[in-house]
């Protein structure tokens, strides 16, 4: 085999793995158009790459909070390091169904947010990746511990 199939060949699994790993991956540029839209993003929001693609984020979720979530991403260009959102500040960025309605008491999927710089060949941060993890089962169960903790030592 060739050094150039090899190279298409690992492009064409490594291209699989992002759409079809179990979190949410979304790239925007510096003007917040949608870069990449991952398989997860499509399922949970009902939107699909080839619409969100080349969009504004903020056109495609017109509920985002747009001066908080740019602030941020903005933070991720200028500074050049990653930001990290816990459930636990915000429950969700995006306001995804929960998909598990008969195992969760959530009606929306609890998410921890990773905005991550992407550096082009000159070092230079033109696209910021979103990540979404679904800690859903995290936060309903520490949610539920709490709320036992707080019933034991009520008097």
Request: glycine letters at 4%; a negative charge.
């Amino acid at each position: 085999m060739s050094m150039q199939s090899d190279g298409l060949a690992d492009f064409h699994w490594m291209f699989d793995l992002l759409h079809h790993i179990d979190v949410g991956l979304v790239v925007l540029d510096r003007q917040y158009k949608v870069q990449l839209w991952n398989s997860f993003m499509e399922n949970h929001s009902g939107v699909s790459s080839s619409i969100a693609k080349q969009q504004s984020l903020f056109s495609v979720f017109p509920d985002l909070d747009q001066n908080w979530l740019q602030q941020k991403l903005d933070n991720v260009f200028s500074l050049k390091t990653p930001i990290y959102i816990s459930w636990e500040q915000r429950s969700h960025l995006f306001k995804f169904t929960c998909y598990r309605p008969l195992t969760s008491i959530a009606d929306y999927m609890y998410q921890n947010i990773a905005i991550r710089p992407i550096s082009g060949p000159d070092g230079s941060i033109n696209q910021v990746c979103l990540v979404v993890y679904d800690v859903t089962d995290v936060a309903t169960n520490k949610m539920a511990f709490d709320a036992i903790r707080q019933g034991t030592t009520k008097t």
